[in-house]
């Protein structure tokens, strides 16, 4: 472990192709993070099992062990808490979190997700996007909020829709972005370049009014 890489701590339930985006990016060098352990809600998660082979600590906390969702709340927050992160990363975890929750880890929580928000926030959002006809869609990074889906947006990316496309092609292209503006945004606030001010963030002493925007040519598709 080196002292100048950001401890974060990484969050999955599912197939955590996010994490893996970061892991490798963290691996080569390119993002100055140290990630100190992998949870999940899910022991069968298959983003933890890929966290475990590639050497990464990891731990599963099942809500189902605790009374309610406050108490799953609380035994999540001491598990994070013992890496000592600066920086909690969201990385496809589908749980909603509590205000208490949240309000701990104010301005040093981070997650994607596969929409341009506002629009589509919570689940399937690539099938609202076909059902609702929209020309565009893409993935949004924000600073986490009490509000679900609500925090502000620091990033995103756009992506068309194309004709004939189904949910699965959808999501590949949002997907493809996300592993692209993640990495890139959790390096900016790794390198001290990005921070949340009151409600905003703030990117090289810039207030972001608004989302910064990459286009899908930013990167591969
Ligand atoms: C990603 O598309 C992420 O944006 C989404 O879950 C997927 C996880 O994929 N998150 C949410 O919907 C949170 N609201 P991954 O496990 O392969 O990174």
Not at 24 to 53: F, K, M, Q, Y
Not at 88 to 98: D, P, Q, S, T, Y
Not at 134 to 160: K, W, Y
Request: aromatic share 4%; proline share 6%.
């Amino acid at each position: 472990m080196t002292t100048d890489r950001l401890p974060i701590v990484v969050l999955v339930s599912g197939s955590g192709s996010n994490l893996r985006a970061i892991a490798e990016r963290a691996r080569t060098g390119a993002l100055p993070v140290d990630i100190r352990c992998v949870l999940s809600d899910r022991a069968a998660a298959p983003g933890l099992a890929w966290a475990a082979a590639a050497g990464i600590p990891t731990e599963a906390i099942a809500v189902a062990d605790h009374t309610d969702r406050a108490a799953f709340d609380r035994a999540l927050a001491e598990r994070i808490d013992a890496h000592a992160p600066a920086l909690v990363v969201l990385a496809g975890f589908m749980r909603i979190l509590g205000r208490e929750f949240v309000d701990r880890y104010a301005g040093r929580m981070l997650n994607v997700h596969p929409s341009l928000l506002p629009r589509h926030r919570g689940l399937h959002t690539h099938r609202r996007v076909l059902e609702a006809g929209d020309a565009e869609h893409g993935a949004s990074v924000h600073f986490v909020t009490p509000e679900l889906d609500g925090g502000p947006v620091v990033v995103q990316a756009r992506v068309p829709v194309l004709p004939g496309d189904d949910e699965a092609k959808l999501a590949a292209r949002v997907l493809a972005q996300e592993h692209c503006i993640y990495p890139e945004c959790i390096g900016w606030y790794a390198t001290g370049r990005l921070r949340l001010v009151g409600e905003r963030p703030v990117l090289d002493g810039r207030v972001l009014e608004t989302p910064l925007l990459r286009e899908a040519s930013h990167a591969a598709a």
